[in-house]
């Protein structure tokens, strides 16, 4: 089995990575940690450097591999994906199916409360776009 979590460095991200870790425990699963780093706003808005965000979010998903091995996963993996701010559902679906994650693991909302209300939530459009099923840990 392979599960697939989402991490944004939230709380309840963090709650998503520990119920991952579990799960992966008792099922001796292996786990891909996935984060998006936005690049800019899709449709709009300003593009920013390659290089910049890149370290810290790098360290969101060391955390989050440290989190689950510490838990008991048997494997753990990261990955850092670039994509549009508002893409992130996407960028997570695509991850999922490129690592063949039989079930993929997040928190109801991320980081930034006024954009999940403009926007939508990440975690409301990743259930309506998965071919899988997605684990919303509260």
């Not at 048997?74 to 991850?95: F, H, W, Y």
């Amino acid at each position: 089995m392979k599960l697939l979590v989402a991490v944004d460095g939230s709380e309840h991200a963090a709650k998503a990575v520990e119920a991952a870790g579990r799960l992966a425990a008792a099922s001796n699963a292996h786990v891909v940690v996935v984060h998006q780093r936005s690049d800019g706003v899709a449709d709009h808005g300003p593009t920013l450097p390659s290089d910049e965000g890149s370290e810290s979010a790098q360290a969101i998903v060391d955390v989050a591999v440290m989190a689950l091995r510490a838990a008991g996963a048997a494997s753990a993996t990261g990955r850092v994906v670039r994509g549009l701010k508002g893409e992130e559902a996407q960028a997570i679906m695509d991850v999922a199916r490129d690592e063949e994650a039989d079930i993929v693991v997040v928190g109801p909302r991320g980081l930034g409360r006024l954009a999940g209300l403009l926007v939508g939530s990440v975690t409301d459009r990743l259930v309506q776009l998965s071919d899988r099923p997605v684990l919303v840990v509260r």
